[in-house]
Every structure is written in C-alpha cells, then in structure tokens.
C-alpha cells in the first residue's frame, strides 16, 4: 500500500510487510492453482493412455486434444503435444518438446494398389514403417506427412504443407511438396540447442495464449 505526499509516493514499513505478505499469498496460489492443472492434466492423460490409446508409451505432460486419432506402436517423450482432430497412424515415435498443431495427418504406406484384378479395398496392407518426429519440432496446423519420413530435432512444418521426404535438423519447410525456406538456427546455435536437447527435458513456462 504507497502512500502519496504530493508527488511524493513512498511506503511504510508495515505496508511493504503486508504487500509482499499479499504477493507470497498470491503466488502461493497461482503455483498451487498451476499443480492442480498439470496434475488434472496428468491425470487426463494417464486416462487416454490407459482405456483409448492403449499400448501408447507417452512421458509426463503429454496433451492430446480431441478426436485424435493414435494408432499402435506410439511412443512420445516429455511434454509432447498432439493438437485435436490430428491422425496418426501406427508406429509414430515423437521426441521431448514436440507440438503437432491441430489437423496433422501422417498418411500413405496404408493401402496396397498394385493386383490386377482385385480392387484397391481388398488388395491389402504394404508393410508398416516408422515415423520418426525428433525433439522440438513444431508441426503447422493442417501439415499432411508421409509415413515413414523422419522429422530431425529442432525443425518447423509450416502450416499445410505436405510433407513427403525426410527434413533435416533445424530445416524451417513449407509448401506442397515441403521445400527447405530456411534454418531455424546456425550451426553454432543448433549446437547450443542440441546440448540443451541431450540433457533430461525439463519443464517450461508455457506462452500462455495469443494477445
Ligand atoms: C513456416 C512458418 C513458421 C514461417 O514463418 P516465418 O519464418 O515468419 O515466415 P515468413 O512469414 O517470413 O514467410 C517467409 C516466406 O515463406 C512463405 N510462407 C510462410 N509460411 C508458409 C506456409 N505455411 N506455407 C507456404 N508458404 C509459407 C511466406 O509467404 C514468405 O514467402 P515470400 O518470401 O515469397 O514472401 C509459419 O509461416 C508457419 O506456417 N507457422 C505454423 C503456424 C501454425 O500452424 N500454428 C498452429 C498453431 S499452434
């Protein structure tokens, strides 16, 4: 609490003890309120892996939105987020800190199209492969991904691109078919960035949402 003499503001000492009491106070709570979300978060989580992605291999905080479709055979790191209405098939491996926005699809290698005589739907399944999405990479609203590609750590899927070769490290791509606009970081940088990647992913302060 300041009070103002003139253009004067100067706090007592009993108002200094109450405004940081309040403080402490305040952001007891916000990191009580904060446990409580990452614990319902938690929670959620160990639900969908447990009863609908069952066989799923996820770190902690992982976020899955809704109508996400999860194949077998998926495994994904520490804080891994997953936007709604995303498809994935079997066998999609994702590193610690990765995002997929909403509506990314992994497709292809689902459907044998090559026996004369018998039509598409019947002709059966060529065989699986995985998927590899390293750590850090941030896949655009609406990418569309080849099965069987890999994602190199630290790369950026722009928003509806599609996807159809493996992209390196740190590659910034777009477009349709998905072509390398830049690099997110320069070599020095990306060796900063690999150190950090290497040791045991630890939380974050999340951006909160857009202004
Ligand atoms: C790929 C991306 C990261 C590039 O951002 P950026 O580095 O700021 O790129 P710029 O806006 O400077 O654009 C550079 C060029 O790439 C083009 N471009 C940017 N994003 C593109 C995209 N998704 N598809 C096709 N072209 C794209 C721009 O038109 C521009 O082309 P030009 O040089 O011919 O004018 C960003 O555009 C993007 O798609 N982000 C994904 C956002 C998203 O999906 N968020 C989901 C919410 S969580």
């Known amino acids: 609490m300041a009070d103002r003499t003139g253009d004067m503001s100067y706090e007592t000492g009993a108002s200094t003890l109450l405004r940081t009491r309040r403080s402490r106070v305040g952001d007891c709570c916000h990191v009580l309120v904060g446990e409580g979300k990452e614990l319902l978060k938690e929670i959620r989580a160990w639900i969908l892996v447990r009863f609908r992605y069952r066989g799923a291999r996820v770190g902690r905080s992982f976020h899955v939105g809704k109508a996400v479709s999860i194949g077998p055979g998926f495994v994904a790191g520490d804080f891994v987020y997953i936007g709604p209405h995303s498809q994935l098939p079997p066998r999609v491996h994702i590193g610690h800190y990765s995002s997929l926005s909403a509506q990314v699809a992994i497709v292809g290698s689902d459907h044998q199209y090559d026996k004369p005589g018998v039509p598409v739907v019947y002709s059966g399944r060529p065989p699986s492969s995985v998927t590899t999405i390293g750590k850090d990479v941030l896949i655009g609203h609406g990418a569309i991904?080849?099965?069987?590609?890999?994602?190199?750590n630290g790369a950026v899927v722009g928003a509806g691109a599609?996807?159809?070769?493996?992209?390196?490290?740190?590659?910034?791509?777009?477009?349709?078919?998905?072509?390398?606009?830049?690099?997110r970081f320069d070599e020095q940088e990306q060796a900063i960035h690999e150190e950090m990647l290497a040791q045991p992913a630890t939380r974050g302060q999340h951006p909160g949402p857009l202004m």
Do not use: F, N, Q
């Open 145 to 152: 991904l080849l099965r069987g590609i890999s994602i190199g």
């Open 162 to 183: 599609i996807v159809t070769k493996d992209v390196p490290p740190y590659a910034i791509v777009v477009g349709v078919p998905a072509k390398v606009l830049r690099y």
